[in-house]
Nanobody, 129 residues
């Protein structure tokens, strides 16, 4: 019943890379900004990266800027997150999420949890030596 299928997580060493994929089920993404969020034990869920409906704009958390890259392929109804130069502090459960679609989409996105209504189940990323 999850509205996304997530894949690509796993265990990697510090400095390694992963590519997370998220494909929507039961709805289309072309009119929705998409975000990636993460939550570590004992921590609040935080925004990592987001991308506007057609990729015009992206935003990143300071902690990942320059290391992570978000992208989307609306023809495949999918969004991706490339995680590079991974650090132990990146260990978390990662969620993709979509804002509610709107006519014509949106040229903006933001990293606030409350803005998103469709969520994946989460996929584990563990960075450990």
């Amino acid at each position: 019943q999850s509205q996304f299928v997530e894949s690509g997580g796993g265990l990697v060493q510090p400095g390694g890379s992963l590519r997370l994929s998220c494909t929507a089920t039961g709805f289309t993404l072309d009119n929705s900004p998409i975000g990636w969020f993460r939550q570590a034990p004992g921590k609040e869920r935080e925004g990592v990266a987001c991308i506007s409906s057609r990729g015009e704009n992206t935003n990143y958390a300071r902690s990942v800027k320059g290391r992570f890259t978000i992208s989307r392929d609306n023809a495949r109804n999918s969004v991706y997150l490339e995680l590079n130069s991974l650090e132990a502090g990146d260990t978390a459960l990662y969620y993709c999420a979509a804002e509610r679609g709107r006519d014509g989409g949106s040229r903006h996105c933001w990293l606030e949890v409350a803005a998103y209504v469709y969520w994946g189940q989460g996929i584990q990323v563990t960075v450990s030596a």
